[in-house]
């Protein structure tokens, strides 16, 4: 698999998240963890929200602050993920603490479990000892991950077929 590493968001990324953002968009896909990647043309502006969001005094209004890292094995990006550092009401029912996606070359081939794991150690150095992690009940791919990293199911939530699963993590 090669050696794994998070890295913070940064401008130097730039032309790796722009490809990462339209891949997705390109396979008419969600792009989870991406704190809102696929609504901006230019990734210089996402990068700089994305920094904004980090800290309580420079967050968006209405939201969480929160750290987005890219999973990185040597110079490629296989995935996003988003920590949150704190739950709003939103996050609390269907958000969750932590959200990911990877890249379409990467799947099924256990980069998931290491970007979560590396992203569990991240929440812990931003103390938060119980994290809430949610995904689609269709998702099979990502409650594996969720499960194979300690998840344990609380409940469920939703309706008309979009039923998210609310799995908490012991940190």
């Not at 550092?85 to 969750?96: I, P, Q, T, V």
């Not at 970007?115 to 150690?121: I, Q, T, V």
């Not at 103390?127 to 469920?156: A, F, H, P, W, Y």
Request: hydrophobic share 30%; glycine share 14%.
């Amino acid at each position: 698999m090669g050696r794994l590493r998070l890295e913070l968001v940064d401008y130097i990324y730039g032309k790796k998240l722009e490809d990462y953002r339209d891949g997705f968009l390109r396979n008419k896909e969600v792009l989870h963890g991406g704190g809102g990647i696929e609504n901006f043309k230019k990734i210089d502006d996402w990068i700089k929200y994305n920094i904004g969001n980090r800290n309580i005094e420079t967050v968006s209004e209405g939201f969480e602050p929160s750290s987005t890292y890219l999973l990185m094995k040597d110079d490629e990006m296989v995935g996003i993920i988003d920590i949150r550092h704190s739950l709003n009401d939103f996050l609390f029912r269907e958000g969750g603490h932590i959200g990911y996606s990877i890249g379409k070359d990467f799947r099924l081939r256990g980069y998931g479990k290491e970007m979560l794991k590396l992203g569990l150690e991240k929440a812990k150095e931003l103390g938060i000892d119980r994290v809430l992690v949610t995904c689609n009940q269709s998702n099979v791919g990502s409650k594996k991950v969720i499960i194979s990293c300690g998840g344990s199911l609380e409940n469920t939530v939703g309706e008309d077929g979009n039923i998210t699963e609310r799995y908490w993590i012991d940190n």
